[in-house]
């Protein structure tokens, strides 16, 4: 599975728009990227994953660049309750079921 | 529906000792994952079970096993318990065996002393 690169960290003021990127430059193909989000002490929550289109879900926007050698997820109204470790994972269609958790960013939600 | 359940939450064990996690798996669900998540770090994974057998395996020493039973819930034992084995291990489940959404439980959080 390709490897991700993320932001250690990222402030958002509550109410406006956090955009969260990942450069996954060696993905192949056959890889969608997958978000997901874990809040302190919970387990990993699912957001949305694509493959080469930007998807929309009731959680957020994904934007991935046409060569797809990068993404941005997208939330657009940062609520405190958002303050989280985001995670963006490639993975291979046939990895059965193994996500590869790289350190992620940490998104803080400001009042 | 309920979702991904695990027992216990909390957990203090001796070094040398054996222990066994539980996961339930949200209803219809057929895969079971684990994953170990120590502390600062992002959730490693362990296994992948699908109906009853292991599909995937990760860098974890042979004192890690694990099983799936016929209702789909799953178990993780961890032998001779070390203190580097404290950690909150995470359950998964998913509707099948490919990379779909994946549905987490709150995690067991397991202390070596």
């Known amino acids: 599975d390709a490897k991700t690169t993320q932001p250690p960290s990222m402030d958002c003021a509550e109410g406006r728009a956090a955009n969260l990127p990942c450069n996954h430059s060696?993905?192949?193909?056959?890889?969608?990227v997958y978000w997901y989000r874990q809040i302190h002490s919970q387990g990993p929550q699912y957001i949305i994953h694509?493959?080469?289109n930007n998807e929309t879900n009731e959680m957020a926007s994904l934007i991935i660049t046409e060569d797809r050698k990068s993404s941005t997820l997208i939330l657009p109204h940062a609520t405190l309750r958002d303050t989280a470790v985001y995670y963006c994972?490639?993975?291979?269609?046939?990895?059965?079921?193994?996500?590869?958790f790289g350190q992620g960013t940490i998104l803080t939600v400001h009042p | 529906d309920a979702g991904v359940t695990q027992s216990p939450t909390h957990l203090i064990k001796t070094r040398g000792q054996q222990v066994t996690l539980r996961c339930s798996p949200i209803?219809?669900?057929?895969?079971v994952s684990w994953y170990q998540q120590v502390l600062g770090q992002g959730p490693q994974f362990i296994f992948q079970?699908?109906?009853?057998?292991?599909?995937g395996r990760g860098n974890f020493p042979d004192r890690f096993s694990a099983r799936q039973f016929p209702n789909y819930s799953s178990e993780l034992n961890v032998n001779a318990l070390l203190l580097g084995d404290s950690a909150l291990y995470l359950c998964?489940?998913?509707?099948?065996?490919?990379?779909?959404?994946?549905?987490f439980g709150q995690g067991t959080r397991l202390t070596v002393v």
């Open positions: 060696t993905i192949s193909g056959n890889e969608y």
């Open positions: 994972i490639v993975i291979r269609g046939t990895s059965y079921g193994k996500l590869t």
């Open positions: 998964a489940s998913s509707l099948s065996e490919a990379n779909t959404e994946a549905f």
């Open positions: 079970y699908y109906e009853k057998e292991e599909r």
């Open positions: 694509g493959l080469k």
């Open positions: 209803s219809g669900h057929k895969s």
